[in-house]
């Protein structure tokens, strides 16, 4: 079995995640490829496809998601993400285990809908959903005139869990503001949802983010098991630098491990930080903490030669903008050059608006 060094891993997963060069593909092919975006934040997948894409414009994800080619829904990990609706058919029944099982042992709403016919409320919201959107409140204040005596907020709750729910524009459109509003995925795509195909799921995970673990696929969806699903696979297997086997698809070439690597501004909640149970291929257990907030927030990063060396954030003020660029290590005159090209670019891309712009360099901390 082939032995892969932690450099020729992290080559692998750049070239996946098209970061070694600016890809010239559509905005949903980019989504179809790299099995989805990060969306627990309105706007942070926009971020992920400018980091990514040659020429990449706003409206051409808002677009697709008006049009419904692309959607925002819980899925993996019973996070929200931005997928193809073709995905979200395929991928939501194969993890809807996540939501059964918060279903019964969510601390705030498991007791108050115990005693509840969970598939009676789903059918109830969904009788209700198929008039049009409605935001949390109103779905749930509708499902409370059936019954007073539970928590609007528990049925709610209980409709997100048993329902393929997704969030319908205005919300996630670049430039506007709009509340959670949700339809039911299969009528709002206008196709049923398809048989689990945890097989498949494995594979577009692989194609998307590998050689990976099974501990860094189960990682990713949020489910259980996979192992045994992925010894039926025709799988290549290698052994990662710390001994794990690792899986690939078979047709799927690795790039040269010095093939270069240049800087990159990755947004908040990109994928990459999230997408495995051993992140060290792309951000050290030190960097990963002063990365990802004690309320799960993920700063928008600063990648060298590969890997997580500092983070960026924008702040305007009236009609100014500034990108601050906070290095974890001194980094090469070239590579800072390079990152402070790149946020201008930022910048002009994300605050076209603003009539001061400034990228400013704190020191190391």
């Not at 790299?34 to 926009?46: D, H, I, K, R, V």
């Not at 009676?120 to 007073?148: C, F, I, K, M, N």
């Not at 577009?204 to 501990?215: C, D, E, I, Q």
Request: hydrophobic letters at 45%; one cysteine or more.
């Amino acid at each position: 079995m082939e032995t892969l060094s932690r450099r020729a891993l992290n080559r692998a997963t750049l070239e996946r995640q098209l970061l070694l060069r600016p890809a010239k593909m559509s905005a949903y092919d980019a989504v179809e490829h790299l099995a989805g975006l990060q969306a627990q934040a309105p706007f942070p997948p926009y971020y992920a496809l400018w980091a990514r894409l040659h020429g990449f414009r706003p409206e051409e994800l808002a677009g697709l998601l008006e049009s419904r080619q692309v959607v925002r829904i819980a899925l993996m990990r019973g996070t929200v993400h931005l997928v193809t609706a073709a995905d979200a058919l395929a991928w939501r029944p194969v993890v809807q285990v996540i939501y059964d099982r918060d279903l019964k042992q969510n601390a705030q709403h498991a007791r108050e809908i115990a005693g509840l016919d969970h598939d009676v409320v789903a059918g109830a919201a969904r009788e209700l959903l198929s008039r049009g959107p409605l935001s949390t409140t109103a779905l749930g204040t509708e499902l409370a005139r059936r019954w007073p005596d539970v928590a609007t907020a528990s049925l709610t709750q209980l409709a997100r869990g048993k329902l393929p729910l997704v969030q319908v524009p205005p919300r996630a459109i670049w430039g506007k503001a709009g509340q959670t509003t949700y339809a039911c995925l299969d009528e709002w795509a206008g196709a049923p949802l398809s048989p689990p195909s945890p097989s498949a799921l494995i594979a577009r995970y692989l194609r998307a983010f590998g050689p990976a673990s099974v501990a860094d696929v189960q990682a990713w969806a949020g489910i259980t098991r996979l192992g045994e699903v992925a010894s039926e696979m025709d799988l290549r297997r290698y052994r990662g630098p710390d001994g794990r086997e690792l899986l690939d698809l078979p047709e799927l070439t690795l790039p040269d491990e010095d093939v270069p690597a240049p800087p990159r501004l990755l947004g908040p909640f990109d994928q990459m930080i999230l997408s495995y149970a051993d992140r060290t291929r792309i951000i050290s257990d030190e960097y990963r903490k002063r990365v990802i907030t004690q309320n799960g927030l993920v700063k928008g990063t600063v990648l060298v030669d590969g890997t997580v060396r500092g983070f960026w954030e924008i702040k305007t003020s009236r009609k100014a903008a500034v990108v601050e660029l906070s290095p974890f290590e001194k980094l090469p005159k070239r590579d800072l050059a390079a990152l402070e090209s790149a946020a201008g670019r930022l910048m002009s891309w994300a605050r076209p608006d603003a009539e001061t712009q400034e990228v400013r360099l704190l020191p190391v901390t």
